[in-house]
Nanobody
C-alpha cells in the first residue's frame, strides 16, 4: 500500500522559514516526479514545485527564488525548504507523485498524494 506522509507544517510569521518533508512508502518512486501542491482556504489546489526522476526541478512563479525542493532517491523522500514566507503562502501543502511531471503542474489527477500538512503564515 502506497503512502505519502508529510510533516513539518506549522504556524510561522511572515519572513520566517519552514521545511516540509514527505516520506513515501510502499513503492520506490525513483522513476517518478515527486513534488508539492498546496490548497489555500477557498481556493483551488495549485502546483508549488516538483523534482523529476533525473533531478530537474521546476517551480511555480509565486515561489521561485524562495522555495527549494530536494529529494533523496535512496530514502524515497522529498523536502521543501520555504524561505521568506508570506501570508499568501498559507495553505495545506500536499506531497504528490506522478510518472508525468506535467500532471503535478496542473495539480489534477496525480497518481498518489498525501493527506497534507498545514502551513500558516501570520503577518
Amino acid at each position: 500500500q502506497v503512502q505519502l506522509l508529510e510533516s513539518g507544517g506549522g504556524l510561522v510569521q511572515a519572513g520566517d522559514s519552514l521545511s516540509l518533508s514527505c516520506a513515501a512508502s510502499g513503492y520506490t518512486f525513483s522513476t517518478y516526479a515527486m513534488g508539492w501542491l498546496r490548497q489555500a482556504p477557498g481556493k483551488e489546489r495549485e502546483f508549488v514545485a516538483y523534482m523529476s526522476w533525473n533531478g530537474n526541478s521546476y517551480y511555480a512563479d509565486s515561489v521561485k527564488g524562495r522555495f527549494t525542493i530536494s529529494r533523496d532517491y535512496a530514502k524515497n523522500t522529498v523536502s521543501l525548504q520555504m524561505n521568506s514566507l508570506k501570508p499568501e503562502d498559507t495553505a495545506v501543502y500536499y506531497c504528490a507523485v506522478d510518472i508525468d511531471p506535467e500532471t503535478l503542474v496542473v495539480a489534477h489527477g496525480m497518481d498518489f498524494w498525501g493527506k497534507g500538512t498545514l502551513v500558516t503564515v501570520s503577518v
